[in-house]
């Protein structure tokens, strides 16, 4: 039996797999430990939440057919990552989604660029990728491609946001690579998600994160 979340099918045993790692539990890293429980599992009921799912609704119908795949609690995550970030530039690379609303809304002041495919990414010559989503887990290559694009670009205080790391045995395989490599510092797992830091001053640790 498979549990059903926005589009994706989800075997419940890997919820089981993940229990024990929630809300912190067993982290001693000060900074992962207040990522998790002040970012991740953060509840705040922001205001622009609500006005935000307005906007999906009255959009809905108007744009592609995957403009609302994505979970709720996705959507609301970006939004407080972007936010956390404090991104002067954003990257979202992959097929347009209501995702966009939530990341321009979490930082409205930043740069935003939307790119479906690798010839509408755009960087600006000596601007570092502050903060980067790539939703497209169907295209690993492509994946890969915009990650090692925007990776030679990126700061001491970067985020990158990959979606799902656990959907696919490429994506898995892929994310596995993303770690280990040698920009990366600290990641956490949660399988809608993967989410890589680049600051170097910070031992290199990954985190797995029942979200």
Known sequence: MKQRIG???????????????????????PFAFNFI?????????????ADLRAEEKRRKGTECADWRYEPLKVKRLLFRLVNYARARTIIDAGCLSASSLYLKAGR????????????????????PVDFLYIHDFRRPDFVQAVFDICA????????????????????????????????VG??????????????KKMNKQHYIVCF
Do not use: Q
Not at 19 to 25: A, I, K, M
Not at 166 to 173: A, F, L, N
């Open 7 to 29: 589009l994706y099918w989800v075997h419940p045993w890997v919820w089981f797999r993940r229990v024990t790692h929630r809300r912190g539990y067993g982290v001693h890293s």
């Open 186 to 199: 600290i990641t956490f797992d949660l399988y809608d998600l993967g989410i890589l830091f680049f600051n």
């Open 108 to 127: 409205v002041y930043a740069d935003y660029t939307g790119a479906r495919e690798l010839d509408d990414l755009f960087l600006e010559a000596g601007v």
């Open 152 to 183: 030679s670009r990126v700061c001491e205080t970067s985020m990158f946001v990959i979606e799902g790391i656990g959907y696919t045995s490429s994506m898995r395989e892929l994310w596995e690579r993303m770690k280990k490599d040698d920009r």
């Open 37 to 49: 429980t002040r970012v991740v599992y953060e509840k705040t009921p922001y205001y622009k939440y």
